[in-house]
């Protein structure tokens, strides 16, 4: 049996080429809602620009996804950024 943050890592590059078909992009919240119809638990975040004094990332912003994996109850749920060029988990 394969550990489940393999599984995820294959449904994920498979959602997002779906996407990519599809619509010509890599929607989050469409990633977040095709993942979660196959069961797992998640939650879509959204990176803020930074404040004051950080001028260069006045502009910056992005999406991901922490999604919550039975086989890592004790440590950081991974990280998912959908817009990379290839799915990464962090």
Same mark, same amino acid.
């Given at each position: 049996?394969?550990?489940?943050?393999?599984?995820?890592?294959?449904?994920?590059?498979?959602? !997002?080429? @779906?996407?990519?078909?599809?619509?010509?992009?890599? #929607?989050?919240?469409?990633?977040?809602?095709?993942?979660?119809?196959?069961?797992?638990g998640?939650?879509? !975040?959204? @990176?803020?620009?930074? @404040?004051?004094?950080?001028? #260069?990332?006045?502009?910056?912003? *992005?999406?991901?996804?922490?999604?919550?994996?039975?086989?890592?109850? *004790?440590? !950081? =749920?991974?990280?998912?950024? =959908?817009? @990379?060029?290839?799915?990464?988990?962090?």
């Open positions: 049996m394969r550990p489940p943050s393999s599984q995820l890592l294959e449904d994920v590059r498979g959602f !997002r080429a @779906a996407l990519l078909r599809e619509e010509g992009e890599v #929607c989050t919240v469409e990633l977040a809602s095709r993942l979660s119809l196959v069961g797992y998640l939650s879509v !975040r959204k @990176a803020l620009p930074g @404040a004051s004094g950080t001028s #260069c990332f006045r502009n910056l912003s *992005h999406e991901f996804l922490l999604v919550s994996l039975s086989d890592l109850v *004790h440590s !950081r =749920p991974p990280l998912i950024v =959908p817009s @990379a060029p290839g799915p990464r988990l962090r």
